[in-house]
Nanobody
């Protein structure tokens, strides 16, 4: 029933920007937290950012703090990840996720109930 669809990935030069979108459908609870994770080749999936649907609380991985911004549009039921000052090490598949009873402190993948299929972000040097 629940579907998360990411978009906005692509190829960008180092220092450039991309805006990822995650359109959610089938979510009926206001307690959902939305998060972004990423997985680079040969590495485990890692937490990037999270935002609460019930308030404006956000959380970021230290590696992206100050460069990435997570936000949401409740009208469109969409969460965004604005990525600025991109670095080659940001190259990864980015996944959108939803946690039924999570919070912005939910940084472990197992805490999330629904996942999108991912969108590729490649930063060239």
């Amino acid at each position: 029933q629940v579907q998360l669809v990411e978009s906005g990935g692509g190829l960008v030069q180092a220092g450039g920007s991309l805006r990822l979108s995650c359109a959610a459908s089938g979510l009926t609870f206001s307690t959902y937290a939305m998060g972004w994770f990423r997985q680079a080749p040969g590495k485990e999936r890692e937490f990037v950012a999270a935002v609460s649907w019930s308030d404006t609380n956000t959380n970021y991985a230290q590696s992206v703090l100050g460069r990435f911004t997570i936000s949401r549009d409740r009208t469109k039921n969409t969460v965004y990840l604005q990525m600025n000052s991109l670095k080659p090490e940001d190259t990864a598949v980015y996944y959108c996720a939803a946690a039924k009873y999570g919070s912005v402190r939910s940084i472990v993948g197992d805490e999330y109930d629904y996942w999108g299929q991912g969108t590729q972000v490649t930063v060239s040097s």
